[in-house]
């Protein structure tokens, strides 16, 4: 009898700590973005809050947003561990990961609502002491450059128009994962410490 009482000690133990061990949150990367879920939101406007939260939530490092600022049509995203069930050692590891991950995550979200937010005037985004703002006119030179060019921003308000355009999602990988790529657009735009 006691034999089964240990036993079955051991098996609800091992059950609890695989079960705790795979409820660790996954932090979406550029390879593993929604596209669809982004389709969903073209043509949001910098007003429509709810939109735009969800957004950033689809895009890489979504999982570590804690605030953001809409006001004066430059959404303003903060990263770091406020809803986030990464600890914060876990929130910075992955963004300060040694393979350039601040910059493409970046690069990359920064992409994304130029498409999605036609009427933003730039695009701001920090997590810790790290800071991106970008215009849209500087993001929309990129965009023409490195992938497509990108129709004016009442065009982009089209959900079909906008679409065909996320649909070039190997495209944008490409670019924002080329280091020459990102070289060239960080001279231009750099992350800044606060």
Known sequence: MKYFKVLFGLILLLLVGIAGCS?????????????????????TYVGDNSNVLSIVRALPGGETFKEIDLHNKTPKI?????????????????????KNTLEKNFLYN????????????????KIDDQKFSVSREEMKQFI?????????????????KAQQFINN??????????????????????????
């Open 144 to 160: 023409s450059k490195n992938i497509q060019t990108l129709p004016d921003s009442n065009e982009l308000f089209d959900k079909e």
């Open 23 to 43: 409820s660790k949150e996954e932090v979406t990367s550029i390879n593993t973005v929604d596209v669809q879920k982004l389709k969903e939101h073209s043509g």
């Open 78 to 98: 903060i990263y770091g561990t406020k809803e986030s069930s990464l600890s914060e050692d876990e929130t910075l590891k992955y963004w300060f990961d040694g």
């Open 169 to 194: 999602k190997e495209k944008i990988n490409k670019a924002v994962k080329s280091a020459a790529i990102r070289q060239q657009f960080f001279k231009k735009v750099p992350i800044v410490k606060e």
């Open 110 to 125: 920064a992409i994304y609502l130029t498409i999605l937010v036609p009427n933003a005037e730039g695009y701001s985004f």
